[in-house]
């Protein structure tokens, strides 16, 4: 692109006297919201936006993706650290024609592309066909490929996942089966002739959770049982890039059935250990139900005891005088930059007189798998309340977050079915609450919690509900570590190369697309331009 005609030093001396008032100007086009009563709407139509789910973008970015439109078709949005979408409007990565919707995944890599698993049909119409599509920064699709095809084929759960050589790979279930495919990141070629085939005669082994290992290859967990009243218990199987899989064909037991087989319809997925393995968690149906954790070593091997660890020991409490049995459910994980595990859980009683007691608890795990907080009983984030009309209905955890390696959690407090208020909260080391505050209130529902880690040492969040009578809107907030609600410092928006510092390379950037739209339209008014410029020049040095 031919370099703009201009004196630079003219440009950077008149827009240092302008740089106050297009400061003034930035911060006010942000849109994640202070305040808690009109969070932001990410997605609102007459159809149903839902499933919103998070990947971290290049310089300082987040892309959400979700469905939305009639036929729920797949969306994707790149927003800026304050909340603006960087491409004008969200992409249609695909036009679908389906009446309901199972799960589905994003990820995305170190040169900020996305990718997303999904369900839809072939070019035919009609044969069920898992994808994967790659889009990039600018929102152009790169490529969409084909995980699995088959005529008459039940196809859900997908999962992607980013290998550690940069292979991208597409994971689903195929009725109790599963498939997985492994594509070449940038052209969506296919590695293998037909998809590594997970099954088991005599037993079902559905995708679950789906995460890069070692040397290029994926871990797959999946649910196996036998028959509908079995306990469901979580298997873990590895596959190489050549789709030779090493470890046992009907996979690792997780756990066994005595902790509890997974809820009916529960697919967990788990999170990256950093060295190849994983931490599975999940919440089993023992008595009383408690959470639990696993960790899985690259080798496939159980590192925390045959059954995992539980988030407590405690499976009585005092409620008001009356003691009863604890339940614990939902649970959310994190790890944090100490190499410790956090999860977080709703805890709740039996019925006492008809009421019931909910709290908002959690445990961290050290490295051993040895619980820390409340002498292994866990602490309460947001303490036990009784059930009454109009008041406590319900507390569920939301997404858990990652405020630069510090632990958090979001969760609802539920006065109604559909009155709910949202709240973030962070933890210190030793199990006190660092802040616990409100991130939404306005009227509606408000469930399916994503989250992602974002600049500041803060996290974005989104979720979906709302009043809309025509459907489920979509929401997103931005939190810092700190607790303040809202968009983070607007100077950071001008670190266009994302390495928290705006210098001459982000000046670069800007130069070099002027007169033009892109990522330096740091006010998105669909040109750069001298406003642009003022922009970074008033955040010049450090992020803070």
Known sequence: MKSPNFNVLSIF???????????????????????????????????DDVQVKLAVGPANSTYYAYFSNPGYDIMLDRLDANGHSMWKSALVVEDRTL???????????????????????????TTPTQKVASVSATGAIRWTSVVYSAAGASLGNGRVAVASDGAVWGACSVGFDSAVQRFDSATGVATFATPVYVNEAGAKQMCSGFQASLDGSVILTTIRYTTTYTPKILRAHRI???????????????FTSTAGGVQTGNFPDFLPDGSGGGYIYWYGLSTPINCRCQHLSPGGVTLWGTDGVAVSTALVGDFGGTASSIARTNPVLTVGSDGRVYEFYRA????????????????????????????????????????????????????????GGAPGV?????????????????????????????????????????????????ANIAWQGGVNAGGSDLFCAHISGTGVLGPPMAACVADLNGDHNVDGSDLAGVLGQWGSTGVADLNHDGTVDGQDLATLLGGWGPCQ
């Open 99 to 125: 009446s309901s919707t199972v799960d589905y995944g994003v990820a995305s890599d170190a040169a900020g592309n996305a990718y997303i698993s999904y369900n839809g049909y072939a070019a035919d119409g």
């Open 240 to 254: 190489s890039v050549d789709g030779t899989r090493p470890w046992a064909a009907a996979g690792v037991p997780l």
């Open 348 to 403: 709740y009683s039996g019925a006492i007189a008809g009421i019931v007691w909910y709290g908002i608890g959690a445990q961290c795990f050290d490295t051993d798998g040895n619980p820390m907080w409340g002498a292994g009983e866990g602490v309460m984030i947001d303490p036990y309340q009784p059930s009454s009309a109009g008041v406590i209905y319900d507390k569920t955890p939301g997404a858990a977050l990652n405020f």
């Open 13 to 47: 001396a008149s827009s240092v006297m302008l740089a106050t008032v297009v400061a003034g100007t930035a911060s006010a086009q942000t849109t994640y919201s202070q305040d808690p009563a009109t969070p932001e709407l990410l997605r609102s139509t007459a159809y």
């Open 410 to 458: 979001s969760f609802t407090i539920s006065h109604s079915a559909i009155a709910l208020d949202a709240r973030a909260a962070a933890m210190n080391p030793d199990g006190s609450i660092a802040w616990n505050n409100l991130l939404a209130t306005d009227a509606g529902s408000k469930y399916r919690f994503a989250s992602s880690t974002a600049v500041d040492g803060g």
